[in-house]
């Protein structure tokens, strides 16, 4: 081992090239989405968004499958997860480079594999440039594996060590068998304390990883590039790997991942909670209550429409401005991640799909609360009895909400009627469903 490592950066080779029969999703399995809707993106866009945020990172390599459909496929995956540039030119050697770049100015190259793992490993390792003197092999069947293992890995080569493999301690009980005839035999039962699964990225000094693919070419197939090092007499470091750095091979691995990613947009998001409801089903006070609780943004229409009023804005013109500029608020905190609950009527579909799009634009989670009255009187009752809280603000009187039909809201993710659930109950249902 040579513990005098210079410092020249960081090379990934992440190898993307397989077919993924065991997945059963009828493409290359790099390519499979993951998730819901229209947040969905490829194995290969979680890897590599993972891994462009690697400590001293230089140059990646994406090992594509070798047919130009499954080339071109993964182009377009790759262009995804690291937009910064339209294309990525056609080299002459078939080759799809330099690409577009990542995270910092990264450039990522994708280039056709081999038959083999190995020979996909070596195609990247050949398309890396010259100057890197660390060079990290990953697979983007691995696509959740967090920043921080790529570090550790990259540390521990930068320590002095050739080889550096993530893992983590085998908690099962390991037997070692044999077949015999319909059935298999235990034939020992190694001890859990020395044994490591073994996870990727897997690091090693560049000259290292040359030597072992050297070495090992033509020769008996590896599972993995440690082995190959292991095989050439090399030494292998062992680094704490993570649990989400599961490999996806099945069905069920996917299923996993998907609720793995929900799970990081919702923690993710920014959250934008959106009331609807008659003048006098309980908005603002609901509101004042989530924004307490929520340490959110309020949002009120009300106050919004009075200023407008003050500014000299012509009656006729105060609603259509009063919800445009609410939205331009809302958004401005959105941006800054701040969560935001917006009181208005929302009465009629324009409004309502004003804030989907909003959502979308911004990539807020959208919490849409419906609020209604079902006792009547009750509601005249709070109608009449409400007094403004905003100076020169007119209240509509009940001849002015009474008559007024209500469409329910399509898609709303609660309805709450105000006449049987008090404000901290409400309040704790919206929050419910925003976590």
Known sequence: MEADVAAG???????AAGRG??????????????????????????????????????????????????????VDAVSDAAPSLPGIPRAADGAVGPGPEGARGVPVAVVPGGAERPDSVA?????????????????????????????????????????????LAVTDTVKQVTADGDVERVTATPDRAGLRAVQTPQGFRRATLERAHGQARGEARHTDDAG?????????????????ALKVTTPGDLELAAR????????????????????????????????????????????????????????AEVGARGYAVALAVAADQVAVRRPVVADLVNA???????????????????VRVELVCSDVDAHRSRVQ???????????PTWDEVGPQDWTAWTG?????DTATTGVEDAAALVEEVCR
């Open 9 to 15: 950066g960081v090379g990934i080779v992440l190898v």
């Open 21 to 74: 029969t065991r997945l059963g999703a009828g493409r290359p399995k790099a390519l499979v989405p993951v998730g819901t809707g229209r947040d969905a993106r490829s194995l290969v866009h979680h890897a590599l968004t993972r891994a462009l945020g690697t400590t001293g990172l230089r140059h990646v390599v994406v090992v594509a499958p070798p047919d130009e459909a499954g080339l071109q496929a993964m």
């Open 123 to 167: 195609a990247g390792l050949a398309a890396l440039p010259a100057g890197l003197d660390v060079v990290l092999v990953h697979d983007a069947a691995r696509a959740f594996t967090p920043t921080p293992v790529f570090d550790r890995v990259v540390a521990a080569v930068h320590a002095g060590h050739d080889a550096v493999v993530p893992a």
């Open 228 to 244: 190959m090092v292991e095989a050439t007499g090399g030494r292998v470091a062992v680094v704490p790997g993570d649990p989400r």
């Open 260 to 315: 793995w990613v929900d799970d990081e947009r919702a923690a993710g998001q920014p959250l934008l909670v959106v009331l609807a409801g008659l003048p006098g089903v309980g908005k603002t006070t609901l509101a004042r209550t989530l924004c307490r609780r929520l340490a959110a943004a309020h949002v009120r229409v009300d106050t919004v429409e009075q200023a407008l009023v003050r500014a000299g804005t012509p009656g």
């Open 348 to 366: 009629v579909p324009e409004a309502r799909e004003a804030w989907e799009r909003l959502a979308v634009d911004v990539g807020a989670r959208l």
């Open 385 to 395: 009895g409400r007094v403004a809280d905003i100076d020169g603000h007119r209240l």
């Open 412 to 416: 709303a993710e609660l309805t709450i």
